[in-house]
């Protein structure tokens, strides 16, 4: 059955810490990763990953995947108060339909002033 | 920057009453689905559709469920006889031909 686990579920940093996300997966026929940012309710985009080793960068976040280890991180430096939400990692695989992503639990982040 | 929109964005229904929820994809896109995600619980895939057609469903997806886009710009799921258990909170998303999906802010659908 495939699945995606992430640690920790829940992170409390304060303002300037740097945090790193962890998502592991296990599924048929591995296509992408994709990392989205969840505040209130709609999960918002955040990064697409398809090949090994490459890091994905805006601003302050980063992305990296390792396919050979079946995992990613997300990585966020200089951590400011609105970064404070869930961060969802999801993985789509070649045995479902475009758009079947299967996502993890979360991990809720907390930023404190 | 285009988004998708969801309608309404809360619901509250008796059990066995059928609801319709709404979504406007981004203009562009020719792929759509519905998730959902119950209270403290993943996001949870429940239909893909394209071109006039359903791609995948998963088992959530029942006979009491179906999508129609019924005209070139609303894409909407109906729940025929609404159990407990349909409580959550349902997202609409659209995506061109890469999958990177971009998400309404949903309609929190409550069954009393």
């Known amino acids: 059955e495939d699945k995606v686990v992430q640690s920790p579920l829940s992170l409390v940093v304060h303002e300037g810490d740097t945090v790193t996300l962890n998502c592991s997966y296990e599924?048929?026929?591995?296509?992408?990763l994709l990392w989205y940012k969840q505040e209130k309710k709609a999960p918002t985009f955040l990064f697409m990953l398809?090949?090994?080793?490459i890091e994905k960068k805006s601003g302050r976040l980063s992305s990296i995947l390792d396919k050979k280890e079946l995992f990613s991180i997300l990585n966020i430096t200089a951590t400011q108060t609105g970064d404070s939400a869930v961060y969802l990692c999801?993985?789509?695989?070649?045995?479902?339909?475009?758009?079947?992503?299967?996502f993890g639990k979360g991990t809720k982040l907390s930023v404190k002033p | 920057e285009p988004e998708v929109t969801q309608t309404p964005s809360h619901q509250v229904t008796q059990m066995g009453q059928e609801v319709i929820l709404r979504c406007v994809p981004i203009?562009?896109?020719?792929?759509f689905y519905w998730y959902r995600q119950i209270l403290g619980q993943k996001v949870e895939f429940l239909v893909s559709?394209?071109?006039?057609?359903?791609?995948?469903k998963s088992e959530i997806f029942d006979d009491q469920f179906s999508v129609e886009r019924p005209d070139g710009s609303n894409f909407t799921l109906k729940i025929r006889s609404t159990k407990l258990e349909d409580s959550a909170m349902y997202f609409c998303?659209?995506?061109?031909?890469?999958?990177?999906?971009?998400f309404g802010s949903g309609t929190q659908l409550s069954v009393l």
């Open positions: 398809t090949s090994s080793g």
């Open positions: 599924v048929t026929n591995f296509r992408s």
């Open positions: 203009s562009n896109h020719l792929y």
């Open positions: 999801a993985v789509v695989g070649y045995g479902g339909s475009q758009g079947n992503l299967i």
């Open positions: 559709f394209y071109n006039n057609e359903i791609s995948e």
């Open positions: 998303a659209s995506s061109g031909p890469v999958e990177k999906l971009f």
